[in-house]
C-alpha cells in the first residue's frame, strides 16, 4: 500500500512540474541553471578535496585537483553568467540537431537501394536539420521548447505513475 501511495505522489509532482514547467518555462530554465551552477561547484569542491588528500597516491592526485578547480570556475561563472550556460545549452542543442540530421539525410540515401520507405529517414533528417536552424536563428524559442518538452515529459510521466499507483492500490485491496 506505501509503494502505490509512493508512486502516486511521485506522479502528483510530476504533473505539478510539468504544468509548472509548461506555464513558466523562463523560470524553468533559471532553475535548471542554478541547480546545474550549485552542483557543478558542489563537485567541483569534492574533487579538489579528493586530490589534496590524495597526494601520496603515486602522484596522481592532480586529475582530481584539475577537474575540482574546472568543477568550481564552471559554476562560479554559471552564477556570474547564467545567460551564457543557457546559450551554451541551445547551441550545443541545436548543433546536435544539425549534425544528426545530416547524417540521417546521408544514410537515407545511401539505404534507398536496400529498403524501401528511407524517405521517412530523410524527412526526419530535413526535420532535424530545420529544427537547429531554427533553434540557432531563435534561441530564445530554443528554451522555451527545452522547457516546455521537460515539461511534457514530467508530466506524461506523472500521469503514468498515478496511473499504475492506482492500479496497484485497487489490486492490493482485492482480497487474495
Known sequence: M?????????????IAFGVLAVLWPGLTIA?????????????GAVNLVLGLRRVSWRGRSWPFLL??????GAGVLTFLWPAVTVLALIAFVAAWALVTGVFEIVAAIRLRRVVTGEWLLALSGVLSVLFGVLVF???????????WTLGIYAAATGILLVMLGVRLRSHAMVPA
Open 137 to 147: 536563428a531563435f534561441p530564445a524559442a530554443g528554451a522555451v521548447g527545452i522547457a
Open 2 to 14: 506505501l509503494g502505490s501511495s509512493m508512486l502516486i505522489i511521485r506522479g502528483i509532482v510530476g
Open 31 to 43: 532553475v535548471l541553471v542554478g541547480i546545474f551552477a550549485v552542483y557543478a561547484c558542489i563537485d
Open 67 to 72: 577537474e575540482g578547480v574546472v568543477g568550481i
